[in-house]
Every structure is written in structure tokens, then in C-alpha cells.
């Protein structure tokens, strides 16, 4: 008998918090040459180098949430603030010998390629993001270019532990495009990694602003924002690229929430997501 979706959200929840976070091989390359000419380095450096991550960026803020919130009036809601707070030397001292994501997946080069695949997903997102929060003159747009860099970041995870099984779900959304990413994750998983991404957010402690733009809140801007990125990230992410066929709906969207013709708000963001 199958798991219930309850049970199967608390097991995957349990075992992708419990995963010693690997990082990108550049992230790890970056931090040591910082470490190794610390008059160098400093909170704004270090926040460039932690926001191109997303798997480091979001233990980065595990971390300081369970750090540093007890002696805090507020929670930390942005990788900056966190540096800040934290310190450089503490930062090297607590971030030391990161476990690297080509090593975690060398035996399986396809599931590499897959988690790779995800972050640069990601990475066009945290653009998209960015660039609607500056036309909109919005003052959160660290923590929105930040949201949509972490919103898929369960499934980076999951390429970790299971690259087999998730190259199955890629391949079979392949073969069917009009099948629903939530549907074969309820199928394989018995649970989707939104929902899984949900319960980690709260065990890792963050902030409810930041928890809040990862979750549909009717047409408050800063949701839809994340919500848009991500999804036109993902369509451009397929074979059609720029022409999927996806892409004037989502950009009909977007002109109402930037106050642009359609045409004009599209150009933008991929002017600005390039």
C-alpha cells in the first residue's frame, strides 16, 4: 500500500532536511579564494557570490535563522542581512569544506546534468524577478530576485538524492509535454516538491516574508512576481525557448502586473533575463 500524501511529505521532508547541502563547484571555487585573501572580502561580496547558488543560498539562511533569531526583534530575510549580521570570519568559519554537487552526483553524470538544469532554470527566474521589481521601483528586490532563486530549489535537492528517479519524471514529461509537473510528482513521489519546499521553508526557519512570495496570495504583486518568474522561466527552459508557444499568455500577464502592452513587458524581461 502507497504512503499517504501526509506520510509521504513528512518522509520526504525528513530526508532532504537531513542531506548535507552540496554546492556548486564555482561557489566552492569563489569562497576559498575569498577565505584565502580575507582583507578582501566582505558581506556585499560574499551575498554576490552566495545569490548565484540557490543550494547555498538557502542554507546560508537556515543557518542564520537558527543562529542568529533568538537575539533578533526581526527575522533575516535576505542573504545580505544575514552577512551582515553573521560576520566575514564567522561565515568561513561555519561554511568550510563545502561538499560540492559534482562530487555528490559524479556516478550519475545525467543527474548532474539534470540538477544543473534546474539551477540555471532558477537563475533565469531571479532575473525575471529582479528586473519586474526595478521597473515596478519595488523595494524588496533582493528578497524577490532571492525568492524566485529558491523556489525550486527542493528539486535540485532531490536530483541529489534520487537522480534516477527524477530523470524518469523528466523523461516522462518529455515524451507527454501536456503532463502537469505537480501530477507526476504526486505519481512517483506521492507528494510534490512545492509542498515538500513548504514544510523544509518552515523547519529551516525562514522568514515569513520570504515563505509568503513562494506561495499564490491573490494579486498581491510580490507573489504574482515570483509566481510569473518562474513560470516563464520554465517555459523558456524548453526546446522552443523565447517561442514557446506559452509565452504570450504569461506576457499578458506580466503587462498588467508592470503596466506595459504585452509586447513591450515581454521584450524587457527577456532583455533583462539574458
Not at 100 to 106: F, G, I, R, S, T
Request: include cysteine; aromatic fraction near 4%; proline fraction near 7%.
Amino acid at each position: 500500500m502507497s504512503a499517504s500524501p501526509s506520510a509521504a511529505l513528512d518522509a520526504w521532508a525528513r530526508r532532504l532536511s537531513a542531506l548535507p547541502l552540496p554546492v556548486m563547484h564555482s561557489t566552492r571555487r569563489d569562497i576559498d579564494s575569498l577565505r584565502a585573501d580575507p582583507d578582501r572580502a566582505d558581506a556585499h561580496l560574499l551575498a554576490d557570490i552566495v545569490l548565484r547558488d540557490p543550494l547555498m543560498c538557502a542554507q546560508l539562511l537556515a543557518h542564520a535563522a537558527g543562529a542568529l533569531s533568538s537575539r533578533l526583534s526581526t527575522p533575516v530575510e535576505t542573504v545580505t542581512g544575514a552577512l551582515v549580521l553573521m560576520g566575514v570570519e564567522p561565515f568561513f568559519r561555519v561554511f568550510g569544506e563545502l561538499p560540492v554537487l559534482d562530487d555528490a552526483l559524479a556516478a550519475h553524470p545525467r543527474g548532474l546534468e539534470g540538477a544543473m538544469a534546474v539551477i540555471d532554470r532558477s537563475h533565469c527566474a531571479a532575473r525575471i524577478a529582479a528586473a519586474i521589481a526595478i521597473h515596478r521601483q519595488d523595494v524588496d528586490v533582493e528578497l524577490l530576485h532571492q525568492a524566485a532563486l529558491l523556489h525550486d530549489v527542493v528539486t535540485v535537492m532531490a536530483w541529489c538524492v534520487e537522480p534516477v528517479l527524477c530523470e524518469r519524471m523528466a523523461l516522462r514529461q518529455r515524451l507527454d509535454p501536456a503532463l502537469r509537473t505537480a501530477d507526476v510528482q504526486r505519481e512517483e513521489l506521492g507528494v510534490t516538491l512545492h509542498e515538500v519546499g513548504r514544510d523544509l521553508m518552515a523547519r529551516w526557519q525562514f522568514a515569513p516574508a520570504l515563505r509568503r512570495l513562494g506561495e499564490p496570495h491573490g494579486n498581491e504583486p510580490g507573489p504574482r512576481t515570483v509566481a510569473l518568474a518562474v513560470r516563464i522561466a520554465r517555459h523558456v527552459a524548453m526546446p522552443t525557448g523565447w517561442h514557446n508557444p506559452a509565452l504570450p499568455d504569461d506576457f499578458a500577464e506580466l503587462g498588467q502586473l508592470m503596466n506595459l502592452p504585452p509586447h513591450a513587458a515581454g521584450s524587457l524581461v527577456r532583455r533583462m533575463s539574458e
